[in-house]
């Protein structure tokens, strides 16, 4: 059983990576229209937290969404359809990179506002609790987004009505070119869960095995009907802010060195081979594997059609 959940993170985490990989390639050589924002060396987050989640359960995603969406289990062929503007993708191409959902499988959507989705997640736990099901919704927000005021209005009414909410901060360090405390008036995110009367914790968003237990407690604390957490998870931005982002607030050396010491899919390796949880070949089948699915996701994107000019105004209202 732990070995198939094993195997699971590193199936999603390299999942993530590799498709991330062929979107910046993509993405540099001017393939991808709009803006596209990588959440590489932050996999572990997505991978833990999800890891807790049924297709039944909510998340609420960011501008940096394709992390989320793949790890709770949107198909790779249509997000990459959909990041290259084509017809068969999640939005039928008018959509791109931060608008991709999934109701399916309980993805309710990246978002270009940031902080816009604290609230629709405060919003579908109420759904839930109303409906007296057990399922719970999660919103992975910013360090930078913690400072908008819906951050603020989320937990006060998550906390009063004790609505079945998890609130995953991924502090990156970084919100576009402002390091966060220059900005955040507290060091530790977690800290504001006080001001609402939540548990707030502090985890190693790199460190996948921790992420899966810190979420999986608050996810049930959530579904018992003890009400929301909120959960820093301690990371940083490897990428650029977007793609092509020249990155003139901060040095080279900082970011490999960050990356060298703390590259999430490189600390789960160095684990499991050496607690003998996961052998080399048994790695090397999920690396072929995964990277076959995103080479056979290009290719679906790359034969696929654009939509027709005709429908350039439909589906972009309700009816
Ligand atoms: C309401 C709003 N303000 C500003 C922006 C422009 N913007 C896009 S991403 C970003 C930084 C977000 O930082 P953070 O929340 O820490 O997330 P990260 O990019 O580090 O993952 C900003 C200011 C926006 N998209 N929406």
């Not at 049924?54 to 960011?62: K, L």
């Not at 790890?71 to 608008?99: D, I, P, Q």
């Not at 759904?127 to 819906?150: C, L, Y």
């Not at 996948?208 to 996810?219: D, Q």
Request: one cysteine or more; a negative charge; charged letters at 25%.
């Amino acid at each position: 059983m732990k070995k198939d959940l094993y195997m699971q993170f590193y199936r999603t985490m390299y999942k993530i990576r590799t498709f991330e990989r062929r979107i910046e390639e993509f993405s540099m050589k001017g393939d991808i229209p709009g803006f596209v924002h990588l959440y590489i060396g932050e996999e572990a987050i997505a991978t833990g937290v999800c890891a807790n989640l049924t297709h039944q359960d909510y998340i609420q995603s960011t501008h940096r969404g394709h992390g989320h969406t793949i790890a709770k289990g949107a198909k790779v062929n249509r997000m990459m359809a959909e990041l290259f503007g084509k017809k068969t993708g999640y939005c039928k191409g008018k959509g791109g990179s931060m608008h991709i959902a999934d109701f399916s499988v309980g993805m309710l959507g990246a978002n270009g506002i940031v902080g816009g989705g604290f609230t629709l997640a405060t919003g579908a736990a109420l759904a839930e609790k109303i409906k007296k099901t057990n399922n719970v919704s999660v919103v992975f927000f910013g360090d930078g987004a913690s400072n908008r005021g819906t951050f603020h209005e989320a937990l006060n009414m998550a906390a009063v009505w004790k609505l079945p909410v998890v609130f995953v901060c991924e502090n990156n360090e970084w919100a576009s070119t402002t390091p966060y405390l220059t900005t955040t008036s507290v060091k530790d995110i977690s800290d504001r869960a006080v001001g609402y009367g939540i548990p707030g914790e502090i985890v190693d968003g790199n460190d996948v095995f921790a992420v899966y237990e810190a979420s999986g407690k608050a996810i049930e604390r959530a579904r018992k009907g003890e009400g929301p957490t909120l959960l820093e998870m301690k990371t940083y931005r490897i990428k650029g802010h977007y793609v092509g982002d020249p990155q003139l607030y901060r040095t080279k050396e900082e970011v490999d060195q960050r990356f060298e010491e703390n590259d999430p899919i490189r600390r789960f390796e160095d684990h499991v081979l050496s607690e003998g949880i996961l052998s080399e070949n048994e790695m090397k089948a999920i690396v072929e594997e995964v990277v076959g699915e995103v080479d056979k996701a290009v290719e679906f994107a790359l034969e696929s059609p654009f939509p027709d000019v005709e429908e350039l105004y439909s589906d972009l209202y309700v009816d």
